[in-house]
């Protein structure tokens, strides 16, 4: 599309909210067609049956106590993860991090999987992912703990990296061991959550991740211009006047966060932080203040999608949301990944 | 490194030149305040670098670091672009007056032809005129370079000291770190000579450079001949590096 000198020199914030809104317009899309469809015979037709308030109960109970909150679910998850993903990716100055290198997810799923191998999961529900959000939060200060010690003085991002994927690595470890010591049953439960599912929603837990993720969502977006000066290196970015060490640090605070919020609610689903942002960096290239919130709304979108397919892809029988993600994730990103290495 | 004292003043372009392993990016790091002295003070405007704000200190001091590199393809406007970083409110949007600076800063560096393409497909000169281009849109009145001119060929050399020699003469206080002796006595107000973290010589050029100093601290026979001109140039000298068999003929 040619756009008129004026428009074009309209400047890169005019260019940014026209992207931001079409985004916003696919993810409301993807919402519209995640709430149609399911298992039940509840389909679209319903959907505006029950918005104006003339459906029969029971159809008006699948959209609004049912499919609706899975949705909204959806879409915080894959958003959050989306744009925890590309804070690391800006972090770490690395494309290929992803909201899981730093080992929040291992330690959510230390929690998790304790829960549920001591049988508490089965007694109180909410343990689960109050469990796997205590172990997230755990991870993460031991992470950060164990950077902070071997390299004072400042975050080091090598060493950051050096200590999540070591603290992954116990924490696997960890999860393999009580394994094996559970049943079969807690043991089936566990793998489940780690293949991470949405089937937990609920308005209030949504509620509640909402209200963890607002403020580490608006710490990320408000490092945007920060993170554009640090992908030139560290050493460039503080002669640019960025205040280095504090964006590290809100960041991995603020990134870490939403993961942990993330997993505690839907378990540990991948490729949505690693693909998305790399989905949108290719499109539209690496400024983050188009970056990041674009990719928190792909996110979104792509989530709801995937979820969709896994509740109806297999009907009666639902796939791991993550599984999904994975599956159909993968091969679409390949494909951007050649095209883009064409151009 | 250790007693070690270094001013630059505004309009004076001050090379630091010295063998590897003399301290001179060392220098250039302290002065520029990434790295701290663990004794001793660094000082902007008499104010010490370390009571500035991040963003003050980039207003006042612009550095162009030896190299970098980016995971992720940026366009050369762009870059410039984060020159304006330290002028801008958290939440402040660039305004026509930060344009026109970007935009100077590109012409200027004769940048301006290829502003919209990526850093990774330029040549070393033109990224080199490109990261210059941004320490410019800093507007900073103090200029710090780490080896400019390495890796660039005979036109981008001399075209890039050029470019110091004007901003010098807009009344920029300019250091930078050099390897090349002879372009920093054709260039450089003044010399600093560094050698094993310490000063070996400073002055203007022709003070600094001996032959006897040199063959001393490079370890290598030389000559110095005067630069032949025409302009301004004439006169300087110039080290010409012997081969190692010319080290037995006679020294005069």
Not at chain 1, 112 to 119: D, F, K, Q, W
Request: overall charge positive; hydrophobic content about 50%.
């Amino acid at each position: 599309m040619r756009l008129p000198a004026g428009v074009r020199r309209g400047g890169t914030l005019t260019r940014f909210a026209f992207r931001i809104g079409c985004l916003a317009l696919a993810a409301l899309a993807a919402a519209a067609v995640s709430v149609s469809f399911g298992a039940s015979g509840v389909g679209p037709g319903d959907l505006w049956l029950a918005l104006w308030g003339d459906a029969d109960p029971s159809a008006r109970t699948i959209l609004l106590q049912l499919r609706l909150p899975r949705a909204a679910l959806a879409a915080l998850v894959g958003g959050a993860l989306a744009l925890s993903g590309c804070t690391f990716q800006a972090l770490l100055r690395n494309p290929l991090a992803e909201p899981y290198v730093l080992g929040v997810s291992g330690g959510a799923a230390v929690g998790a999987v304790g829960v549920v191998v001591t049988g508490l999961g089965a007694l109180l529900p909410w343990t689960l992912p109050a469990g796997a959000f205590a172990g997230a939060l755990a991870a993460m200060a031991l992470v950060l703990q164990i950077a902070r010690r071997a390299a004072p003085g400042g975050l080091d991002t090598r060493v950051l990296i050096l200590s999540g994927v070591v603290a992954g690595a116990f924490f696997n470890a960890v999860i393999l061991l009580m394994l094996s010591l559970a049943d079969v049953e807690s043991f089936r439960s566990a793998i489940f959550w780690m293949m991470g599912s949405l089937s937990g929603a609920g308005w209030r837990t949504n509620a509640l991740l909402a209200a963890l993720l607002a403020p580490a969502a608006a710490a990320a977006l408000s490092l945007a211009r920060p993170f554009n000066l640090l992908s030139r290196g560290e050493e460039v970015a503080y002669y640019l006047g960025a205040a280095v060490p504090r964006v590290k640090l809100v960041a991995y605070l603020a990134a870490s966060l939403m993961v942990a919020a993330a997993v505690a609610a839907a378990g540990v689903i991948g490729f949505v932080g690693l693909i998305v942002p790399h989905a949108v960096r290719l499109a539209w290239g690496s400024d983050h203040r188009l970056l990041l919130p674009a990719s928190f709304l792909a996110g979104t979108a792509f989530l709801l999608v995937a979820d969709t397919l896994a509740r109806i892809a297999a009907s009666p029988v639902e796939l791991p949301t993550g599984v999904v993600t994975a599956v159909f994730g993968v091969p679409f990103f390949v494909v951007l990944l050649i095209r883009g290495g064409r151009r | 490194m250790r007693g070690i004292s270094a001013s630059v003043r505004p309009g004076r372009l001050l090379a630091v030149v010295g063998p590897n392993g003399a301290g001179k990016t060392t220098l250039l790091k302290l002065l520029a305040g990434s790295l701290r002295p663990q004794e001793g003070e660094v000082r902007l405007d008499e104010r010490l670098l370390d009571d500035f704000a991040d963003r003050r200190r980039a207003r006042a001091l612009a550095v162009v670091p030896q190299s970098e590199s980016s995971p992720f393809p940026v366009t050369v406007r762009e870059t410039v672009t984060m020159g304006r970083y330290a002028h801008l409110g958290p939440w402040e949007r660039g305004g026509s007056r930060d344009r026109a600076v970007v935009g100077r800063a590109l012409e200027r560096c004769a940048a301006a032809s290829f502003a919209g393409r990526r850093l990774d497909e330029l040549s070393g000169g033109e990224l080199q005129r490109v990261r210059i281009a941004r320490a410019l849109a800093q507007e900073a009145p103090v200029l710090l370079l780490d080896e400019p001119a390495a890796g660039l060929d005979l036109r981008y050399r001399m075209e890039l000291f050029h470019l110091l020699r004007e901003l010098r003469a807009d009344g920029l206080a300019v250091l930078v770190v050099t390897h090349d002796l002879n372009l920093a006595a054709r260039f450089a107000d003044r010399l600093l000579f560094l050698d094993r973290g310490r000063v070996r010589a400073r002055g203007a050029p022709a003070e600094v450079l001996s032959r006897e100093m040199l063959e001393d601290v490079y370890e290598w026979p030389l000559r110095l001949v005067a630069h032949p001109g025409p302009g301004s140039d004439t006169g300087a000298p110039q080290t010409i590096p012997l081969r190692r068999d010319a080290a037995r003929g006679p020294r005069s």
